[in-house]
């Protein structure tokens, strides 16, 4: 069975860094794009960024580029979110998801995302 | 405000049809077929009923359908049941790669 496991999240105020990580298991993680998906308070998913399965290429939505890094370890089955410069609009329950299709080259194009983790929640407050 | 607009709340009775739409624009649902639509019930993980348009993953009923005209997708369930209660979002590939994938802001679907 392949799973998803989330971790990192915390209470944190704003300014500071958090780095989330998801710990794969039951697939060939170095064949698969990986991406994070966040849900605010009351408010819908929102994707936040995306790897491909070789790292090579990644993307970012506006609300997050230039403060928050993704990255990967194939070697240990796991993705990364390094995120900086927290504000309170980054509060969200942070979800690690699979893209369906393996070995595709760009970010955003794996189909879907097949295999989501259950999370792991960021809560930025003074 | 969400890159994709859905209704943000539709109701339908058991054994009705309702049809969620999606809009988006030339440079999303408009050039690409990488839409998808995923249910999301609360307290659970979101899972994905649509790809590509209109696939169905393996397991996801025949009643889920999906289609596409121009820069709005949409999304049809038919006969509806009691456990298809749920928030339901559409997603796209947008065409810069750099701004990767959006989701639409999520309609509540009530079952009457």
């Known amino acids: 069975e392949v799973q998803l496991v989330e971790s990192g999240g915390g209470l944190i105020q704003p300014g500071r860094s958090l780095r989330l990580s998801c710990a794969a298991s039951?697939?060939?993680?170095?064949?698969?794009?990986m991406n994070w998906v966040r849900q605010g308070p009351g408010k819908g998913l929102e994707w936040v960024s995306g790897i491909n399965w070789s790292g090579r290429d990644v993307g970012y939505a506006d609300s997050v580029k230039g403060r928050f890094t993704i990255s990967r370890d194939n070697a240990k089955n796991s993705l990364y979110l390094q995120m900086n410069s927290l504000t309170i609009e980054d509060t969200a329950l942070y979800y690690c998801?699979?893209?369906?299709?393996?070995?595709?080259?760009?970010?955003?194009?794996?189909?879907?995302?097949?295999?989501w983790g259950q999370g792991t929640m960021v809560s930025v407050s003074s | 405000q969400p890159a994709l607009t859905q209704p943000r709340s539709m109701s339908g009775s058991p054994g009705q049809s309702v049809t969620i739409s999606c809009t988006g624009t030339?440079?999303?649902?408009?050039?690409?077929?990488?839409v998808s639509w995923y249910q999301h019930h609360p307290g659970r993980a979101p899972k994905v009923v649509i790809y590509r348009v209109n696939k169905r993953p393996s397991g996801v009923p025949d009643r889920f359908s999906g289609a596409k005209s121009g820069n709005t997708a949409s999304l049809t369930i038919s006969g509806l049941q009691a456990e298809d209660e749920a928030d339901y979002y559409c997603?796209?590939?947008?065409?810069?790669?750099?701004?990767?994938?959006?989701f639409g802001g999520g309609t509540s679907l009530t079952v009457l």
């Open positions: 039951g697939l060939e993680f170095g064949e698969y794009g």
């Open positions: 997603c796209s590939f947008r065409g810069n790669r750099y701004s990767g994938v959006v």
């Open positions: 998801t699979k893209d369906q299709t393996p070995r595709v080259a760009v970010t955003g194009v794996g189909d879907a995302f097949d295999v």
């Open positions: 030339s440079s999303d649902i408009g050039s690409y077929d990488y």
